[in-house]
């Protein structure tokens, strides 16, 4: 196996809960569970029951076999989640004080994230329940513009671009979306952290790029605990 594949066998093997860390995998390369269970030649019920953690914990054995054919179907799609993977491996490097990774053991949707963080939404509140949150990223805004070149910034995103940006020490917004505006890929979703007036240019750039945008007053300390326990 090379080390991506051995990289996302040795999380679902050490997972709490490995059927939760195979249905965010599975979810992540866009795979529906048909897709799965035809390619590993088990039924459907089975990808269910291992996702729900009904039954027990995957061997070694069905781990490989999951994720070969994660692989396997993604390059019949034309590899594009291996290369983007591949990618954000090779540009990112070691976190440090101007940002903080986290990713969910299983995806949640941007509303439920809303709730847990007791977030007010700003921008596009219509778009918010179709998103599949797969992580976090904290990021000091101030250093992000002051210190961070251009092609450093992939490594916000980790191993997904399907995550949240919340931005702390923020005045009001518009640097942070004037950002993401220009950069070449785009959070999910975006959280302006003890911010009382949104600029309207932050939430003009919201629209355009259809990205919602929330505000929220809770300490960053408690959102990282609430959003860790995920």
């Known amino acids: 196996m090379d080390n991506l594949k051995i ?45 729900s953690n009904r039954r027990l914990s995957p061997g070694v ?16 799609k034309g590899s594009l989640v291996k290369q983007n993977l591949e990618r ?22 941007g509303m439920d994230f809303s709730r847990i963080i007791e977030g007010k939404i700003v921008a596009n509140p219509n778009y918010i329940d179709n998103i599949k949150l797969f992580g976090y990223t904290i990021i000091d805004s101030l250093k992000i513009i002051l210190e961070m070149s251009p092609s450093e910034y992939p490594k916000l995103f980790g191993s997904t671009t399907e995550r949240v940006f919340i931005f702390e020490h923020v005045s009001s917004g518009r640097s942070p979306m004037v950002v993401i505006r220009v950069a070449p890929i785009k959070p999910r979703l975006v959280v302006l952290h003890n911010i009382i007036n949104v600029d309207k240019l932050a939430i003009k750039i919201a629209q355009v790029e259809k990205i919602p945008l929330i505000t929220t007053k809770l300490d960053i300390k408690s959102i990282e605990e609430r959003l860790n326990k995920i």
């Open 61 to 76: 054995a069905v781990i490989r076999r999951f994720v070969d054919a994660l692989f396997l179907i993604d390059e019949e």
């Open 7 to 51: 990289k996302i066998a040795g999380e679902i093997s050490l997972s709490d809960s490995p059927g939760s860390a195979m249905k965010k995998w599975r979810e992540l390369f866009g795979i529906t569970q048909i897709e799965l269970a035809k390619t590993i030649k088990v039924s459907t019920s089975t990808i269910s029951d291992y996702e």
């Open 88 to 109: 954000f491996a090779t540009e990112s490097g070691p976190e440090n004080p101007t940002y903080k990774l986290h990713d969910f053991v299983a995806p949640i949707s």
